[in-house]
């Protein structure tokens, strides 16, 4: 396809230096980003390292704007951190069409660096626009970036490239051990491609674009640390693993307190069952032979609120008529004494 050249002519650094310089284009270099009029854009214009404390500015053919410059509709701001400023515009009219520059004065010779010569073509219905302009992914994750292109661009070449570097993938997949894996699909019925990119690292950050033909749209990826909820998920999961043990022991200790309390009660349920058969038992003459050592005997309680049940009461007996029994030595016989059960 044939190029066609252009010559510019135009004052830089207050009118001292004389730039006279030839732009020759053709339909794959030129640069040429569409914006929807009353839209925005943001031109991203990277630098070299050694011009980080350089003045930077954007420069058109009617006016200049330096470096770290906020106005109603635009914005020129630096990172030197990252070593690239970027241009933002806003409220676009078809007025704004036309050529643009991002400069850096290297304080040597030459004395200007052109970084970035991007011709804006403001429209109602843009060549090539994409849905979100600014895309965040996790990394390790991925992300997807959806481009659009009208009817006349329909057969040209799909591309998605970043800017620091210039490296552009195409329709298909690309898989590298340097990059993340890059798949682009194109969709001629929807006069759309899609990006996909997965395997998400923190240094793939940074600006991009789609284009068809030489009709671009830039968009900004930032990539984040590791998902948050991939650390939720991890609770999770030992949530789910230690609340049945948890559980499990709970019953554990319930059933071992039971067997103790069980175990505890049984002595006084014993005792009670004997001080129950001993109740039923009902003597009322004491008779023993004269070869019996020791006379027993088990005496009803007739009182059974009487405080001094329970206890050993010691009795005295005499001697029984008609009996050649006598009692012990002092006269004292031990006998056990059980309560009477109250009758209902």
Same mark, same amino acid.
């Given at each position: 396809?044939?190029?066609?050249?252009?010559?510019?002519?135009?004052? =830089?650094?207050?009118?001292?230096?004389?730039?006279?310089?030839?732009?020759?284009?053709?339909?794959?270099?030129?640069?040429?980003?569409?914006?929807?009029?009353?839209?925005?854009?943001?031109?991203?214009?990277?630098?070299?390292?050694?011009?980080?404390?350089?003045?930077?500015?954007?420069?058109?053919?009617? *006016?200049?704007?330096?470096?770290?410059?906020?106005?109603?509709?635009?914005?020129?701001?630096?990172?030197?951190?990252?070593?690239?400023?970027?241009?933002?515009?806003?409220?676009?009219?078809?007025?704004?069409?036309?050529?643009?520059?991002?400069?850096?004065?290297?304080?040597?010779?030459?004395?200007?660096?052109?970084?970035?010569?991007?011709?804006?073509? =403001?429209?109602?219905?843009?060549?090539?626009?994409?849905?979100?302009?600014?895309?965040?992914?996790?990394?390790?994750?991925? =992300?997807?970036?959806?481009?659009?292109?009208?009817?006349?661009?329909?057969?040209?070449?799909?591309?998605?490239?970043?800017?620091?570097?210039?490296?552009?993938?195409?329709?298909?997949?690309?898989?590298?051990?340097?990059?993340?894996?890059?798949?682009?699909? *194109?969709?001629?019925?929807?006069?759309?491609?899609?990006?996909?990119?997965?395997?998400?690292?923190?240094? *793939?950050?940074?600006?991009?674009?789609?284009?068809?033909?030489?009709?671009?749209?830039?968009?900004?990826?930032?990539?984040?640390?590791?998902?948050?909820?991939?650390?939720?998920?991890?609770?999770?999961?030992?949530?789910?693993?230690?609340?049945?043990?948890?559980?499990?022991?709970?019953?554990?200790? /319930?059933?071992?307190?039971?067997?103790?309390?069980?175990?505890?009660?049984?002595?006084?349920?014993?005792?009670?069952?004997?001080?129950?058969?001993?109740?039923?038992?009902? /003597?009322?003459?004491?008779?023993?032979?004269?070869?019996?050592?020791?006379?027993?005997?088990?005496?009803?309680?007739?009182?059974?609120?009487?405080?001094?049940?329970?206890? /050993?009461?010691?009795?005295?007996? *005499?001697?029984?008529?008609?009996?050649?029994?006598?009692?012990?030595?002092?006269?004292? /016989?031990?006998?056990?004494?059980?309560?009477?059960?109250?009758?209902?």
């Amino acid at each position: 396809m044939a190029a066609h050249t252009k010559i510019k002519i135009f004052y =830089i650094s207050f009118g001292f230096w004389l730039i006279i310089g030839v732009e020759s284009y053709s339909s794959q270099s030129n640069n040429v980003l569409t914006v929807q009029t009353g839209g925005s854009v943001t031109i991203p214009c990277h630098y070299d390292k050694k011009y980080t404390q350089q003045k930077k500015y954007w420069y058109s053919e009617t *006016d200049r704007t330096y470096k770290n410059t906020s106005e109603e509709n635009l914005s020129v701001i630096d990172h030197p951190d990252q070593s690239f400023f970027t241009v933002t515009m806003r409220n676009l009219q078809n007025k704004h069409t036309g050529h643009y520059f991002c400069v850096v004065e290297t304080g040597e010779q030459p004395p200007i660096n052109i970084i970035n010569e991007p011709y804006l073509k =403001i429209q109602s219905a843009p060549d090539v626009s994409v849905v979100n302009s600014s895309v965040s992914g996790h990394e390790g994750g991925d =992300i997807s970036v959806q481009c659009f292109y009208s009817s006349d661009y329909q057969n040209k070449l799909k591309q998605w490239c970043r800017y620091k570097d210039q490296s552009c993938y195409t329709v298909g997949r690309t898989v590298t051990s340097q990059n993340p894996s890059v798949q682009i699909s *194109d969709d001629d019925r929807e006069r759309s491609f899609t990006v996909l990119m997965t395997g998400l690292r923190l240094t *793939d950050s940074g600006w991009y674009w789609c284009s068809a033909g030489e009709a671009l749209n830039p968009v900004h990826i930032t990539v984040t640390g590791e998902e948050p909820h991939k650390e939720k998920d991890t609770n999770n999961e030992l949530l789910t693993v230690w609340l049945p043990v948890s559980a499990a022991l709970l019953l554990l200790l /319930i059933l071992i307190s039971v067997f103790i309390w069980r175990w505890r009660r049984r002595p006084k349920q014993d005792e009670y069952q004997i001080r129950e058969m001993y109740s039923s038992t009902t /003597i009322d003459k004491i008779y023993s032979k004269p070869e019996d050592p020791v006379i027993y005997s088990n005496i009803n309680d007739d009182n059974p609120n009487d405080p001094n049940k329970d206890i /050993i009461t010691y009795s005295t007996f *005499d001697h029984v008529p008609g009996s050649e029994a006598k009692p012990p030595a002092g006269g004292t /016989i031990y006998s056990i004494v059980a309560p009477q059960q109250q009758q209902q």
